[in-house]
């Protein structure tokens, strides 16, 4: 059973190689891996609205709730044993601020990626296939 539907930037090089880590780690394959990006995403899964999943992370519980932002690092990162790389993050006082800090860098995320590896957006990247990456 997916215990945890993950909406992630397919066209974003920072995104994808973090969903790729985090497929790798997911042996027991606890969670489903959804581009946002895929032209049919808004038919499939109409009540996850795509500019919203865009603006901040979004995932799923197998109950139906969303959850956001650094909650779903946290959550997904504890599913492969790892939640203790977002832990500090969720701590009372620090949570206010790593939240501030996640927004800035969701919305800077593909500027960010240019800086930090040269490439801002994937136009066919795939944890599975790897990417083929425009600047």
């Given at each position: 059973?997916?215990?945890?539907t993950?909406?992630?930037?397919?066209?974003c090089?920072?995104?994808?190689?973090?969903v790729?880590?985090?497929?790798?780690?997911?042996?027991?394959?606890?969670?489903?891996?959804?581009?946002?990006?895929?032209?049919?995403?808004?038919?499939?899964y109409?009540?996850i609205?795509p500019?919203?999943a865009s603006?901040?992370?979004?995932a799923?519980?197998p109950?139906?709730?969303?959850?956001?932002?650094?909650?779903?690092?946290?959550?997904?990162?504890?599913?492969?044993?790892?939640?203790?790389?977002?832990a500090?993050?969720?701590?009372?006082v620090?949570?206010?601020f790593?939240?501030i800090?996640?927004?800035?860098?969701?919305?800077?995320?593909y500027?960010?990626?240019?800086?930090l590896?040269?490439?801002?957006?994937?136009?066919?990247?795939?944890?599975d296939?790897?990417?083929?990456?425009?600047?």
């Amino acid at each position: 059973m997916t215990e945890l539907t993950l909406y992630y930037d397919g066209q974003c090089p920072l995104c994808v190689a973090e969903v790729t880590q985090l497929m790798k780690a997911d042996k027991q394959q606890k969670m489903q891996m959804v581009d946002i990006q895929q032209s049919d995403f808004a038919e499939r899964y109409p009540h996850i609205d795509p500019q919203a999943a865009s603006d901040i992370l979004h995932a799923e519980l197998p109950d139906g709730r969303i959850i956001l932002g650094l909650d779903v690092a946290h959550k997904a990162w504890g599913l492969v044993g790892r939640g203790y790389l977002y832990a500090p993050l969720r701590w009372p006082v620090i949570r206010w601020f790593a939240d501030i800090a996640y927004l800035w860098f969701a919305r800077n995320r593909y500027k960010i990626s240019g800086w930090l590896t040269g490439k801002e957006r994937c136009e066919t990247c795939s944890p599975d296939k790897g990417c083929d990456i425009k600047k």
